[in-house]
């Protein structure tokens, strides 16, 4: 419960009721829980989904649910998103990549990378099956969580500051493979097949993400983390429009 309510308080905004301490490694440790964080987002936009169905056409509740998912998890991914746009419209070497993301200040290539990533991932849940889109909140959330899990494990450190950094110093297989078994049950028991396929696609995308990662910058940063998060979402999605209507 410790490392779930770290987890928690690290990945929303969403005040506690509770305080706990975390040690050195907590951070890590806690990401074995990181897909139980997202099934908890999930089921924040489904009940959302729930009230406002009756009230709203589906096109602005569904713009509502994208505006809550960024609110309460502090649009902390999408600022990985933009800061990872901008570092690659640098098209400048590693330390050059490395300073863009450090930089607070978002460039147009950032801005346009955060419209574009906003628009896909609303429009994709605007066309997902109605009878498969409350299995569907809470689902994409949960996958982009494990995402953060495969992009931490295993990595090199890409500097020696910053939130990648804790997390790769006290994430190891063991976490890995808890928040995987999650992320699997969870998708086979939401959405069978489909989920687990889509669940695959999103493994191999993370994957690349990673390579090209430590190809480009040495590791991982907390700015690539977190894109590799929203892209995840996305492509989660968009993986899911097209799997639902044939498989689903």
């Known amino acids: 419960m410790r490392l779930f309510i770290i987890a928690f308080q690290f990945l929303t905004i969403v005040p506690l009721p509770v305080s706990v301490r975390c040690e050195e490694k907590d951070l890590g440790r806690s990401m074995a829980l990181f897909p139980l964080v997202g099934l908890a987002l999930g089921a924040l936009l489904a009940g959302t989904d729930f009230l406002l169905a009756p009230l709203l056409p589906r ?49 147009a290539v950032g801005a346009v990378g955060l419209v574009l990533g906003l628009t896909l991932k609303y429009q994709a849940l605007l066309a997902l099956p109605l009878e498969h889109k409350r299995e569907a909140l809470l689902f994409f959330p949960m996958a982009a969580r494990f995402a953060q899990v495969q992009m931490t494990v295993g990595s090199q450190r890409a500097r020696k500051d910053g939130l990648g950094h804790a997390f790769v110093g006290g994430a190891g297989m063991l976490q890995l493979v808890l928040a995987g078994v999650c992320a699997v049950a969870v998708g086979a028991a939401l959405l069978r097949l489909p989920g687990l396929i889509t669940l695959l696609l999103l493994f191999l995308l993370t994957w690349g993400i990673k390579g090209w990662s430590h190809r480009k910058l040495g590791g991982v940063t907390g700015d690539v983390i977190g894109c590799a998060s929203e892209l995840n979402e996305i492509f989660c999605l968009i993986f899911l429009l097209a799997l639902l209507g044939r498989l689903g």
């Open 59 to 107: 096109s602005v509740a569904d713009l509502v649910l994208v505006a809550l998912l960024s609110v309460v998890t502090g649009a902390l991914h999408l600022d990985g998103l933009s800061d990872v746009c901008d570092g690659l419209a640098a098209r400048g070497s590693r330390e050059r990549f490395l300073e863009i993301m450090k930089d607070s200040r978002v460039g």
